[in-house]
Structure formats: structure tokens, C-alpha cells
């Protein structure tokens, strides 16, 4: 029963992310509240990431928006951080991670909720090298977030590229899938290093996230976000609320 509901949680977490954005803001609270310790959900959390990341990877591949050499100078720094995001959150105390886990949360979904990074005027599109070398500092720091937490990095790569690299958004997603399928490629090796993952949970996620994103883009085709965000919200606040006051 409990591999059920990771699975029904996972199809909605990946029809959120086609439709909102921030599906990991309802399966690693939930991973929490099933059970796991927060370093092993946060662990476990990372093989559906991967799973999503790599399939949107091999689209993007396909329909021809990929630049692999400016990816793969973003992705570099946003590894080496995801490394040092990642091994504080496998010594920080379940307490401590679930407050923080809990005020991430609620500020995402203020993100998903008024998109500010959607009223952004878009920079020029020259990549000259100071702002080359400032964007692979910033994604350093990307990386140590993603590394640590993940829930709502998608907002900051894209509000930090289009502030800085004038790309078009379908270039900008393409680059955000691939850097964080290699961050998380690194953060998922600490967690395992550290036994600080659900093998079991995290396969059974990733084909739940699978199925839902499949889903949720057929249904963006026809009908609206509003619900769904709405949705999102009730849920989201709920399980913060839970989190924050959770004992373990």
C-alpha cells in the first residue's frame, strides 16, 4: 500500500511540474511523512529527478534547442556545488532539514503562485566572458542549493538566465534539464555513498513522476493551470504546516 501511494503521488507530481512547476514540494515532504529519515527521502527524491530530466533531456535533443558547450559549462560549477549542497543535507539533523524544507516551500509556491520570473526583461544575448564567468560562479551556487534541497531550483536557473543570457525560454529549459540532471547525477553518488537512499520508493516515484508528466502535458493541450495550482497550494501549505511541527 505504501509503494501505491508513493506511486499515485508520483503521477501527481510529475503532472504538476508539466502543468505548474515544483512536483518535488509534494514528494519529499511526503517521503518524509511516510517514514523516511529527511536524508534518505531527500536521496530517494533524486532517482525520479534524474528520471524526469533525462527523458526531457532526449526531447529537447530531438527538436534541436540544445547548445552542448554552453550547457556543459553551466553544468560543471553547478556539480562541483551540488556536491557540497548535497553532503550538508546528509549531516543535518531531520529536525533542522524539515523547517528549512518547510519555509522552502512556502516560499517556491509564492514563486509558482505570482511567476516573477515570467515579468523579467531579457538581457542581450552576447555571452561575453565576464558574464560567462559570472553565470558559472552563480551556478556554483545553484548547485549547492540544488544539491541540498532541489524543490524550486527550476525558477532560479530560468529568472538567472534570462536576466543574463537573453536565450529564448525553450533554449533556457533545455540548459535547466541538463544542468540538473548532471547535479543530480553528483548529488544522487553522495546519497548513495552515504546509504541515504530508498531504492525501492525511488524507482516506484520515478515511474509515477513518469506517467504523471505524460499525462500532464496531454492535459495542458486543453485545459488550464488554475486548478491545479490551486490544488498545489492547499496541499503544499498542509504538508509545511506538518513538517515544520514534526518531531522525529
Known amino acids: 500500500m505504501t509503494l501505491l501511494a508513493i506511486f499515485v503521488a508520483g503521477i501527481g507530481a510529475g503532472f504538476i511540474n508539466v502543468m505548474a512547476g515544483g512536483g518535488s514540494l509534494l514528494t519529499l515532504p511526503l517521503l518524509i511523512l511516510f517514514g523516511l529519515p529527511s536524508a534518505v527521502a531527500n536521496g530517494t527524491n533524486r532517482i525520479a529527478l534524474m528520471a524526469q530530466n533525462i527523458v526531457a533531456i532526449a526531447s529537447f535533443r530531438k527538436g534541436g534547442y540544445f547548445d552542448w ?3 556543459t559549462m553551466l553544468a560543471i560549477p553547478a ?23 518547510s519555509i522552502v516551500m512556502i516560499v ?19 555571452q561575453t566572458w565576464p558574464k560567462r564567468i559570472g553565470l558559472m560562479v552563480i551556478f556554483f551556487f545553484v548547485g549547492v542549493y540544488g544539491g541540498f534541497i532541489q524543490a524550486g531550483v527550476g525558477f532560479i536557473i530560468i529568472a538567472t538566465l534570462t536576466l543574463v543570457s537573453g536565450l529564448s ?13 548532471i547535479y543530480t547525477l553528483s548529488a544522487l553518488v553522495v546519497f548513495i555513498v552515504n546509504g541515504q537512499v530508498h531504492w525501492g520508493y525511488g524507482l516506484t516515484l520515478a515511474a509515477g513522476t513518469s506517467l504523471g508528466a505524460l499525462l ?32 522525529v
Open 216 to 247: 500532464g502535458s496531454r492535459f495542458a493541450v486543453k485545459h488550464g493551470d488554475k486548478w491545479v495550482q490551486r490544488i498545489l497550494i492547499v496541499a503544499v501549505v498542509a504538508m509545511a504546516v506538518r513538517l515544520f511541527f514534526k518531531t
Open 79 to 101: 556539480l562541483i556545488g551540488s556536491i557540497v549542497g548535497a553532503q550538508i543535507a546528509v549531516t543535518m539533523s531531520n529536525d533542522l532539514f524539515n523547517r528549512i524544507l
Open 169 to 181: 525560454l525553450v533554449n533556457i529549459n533545455s540548459i535547466k534539464v541538463f544542468v540538473v540532471a
Open 69 to 71: 558547450k554552453f550547457s
Open 108 to 126: 517556491v509556491l509564492v514563486i509558482i503562485v505570482w511567476k516573477p520570473h515570467k515579468r523579467l526583461s531579457a538581457a542581450s544575448e552576447g
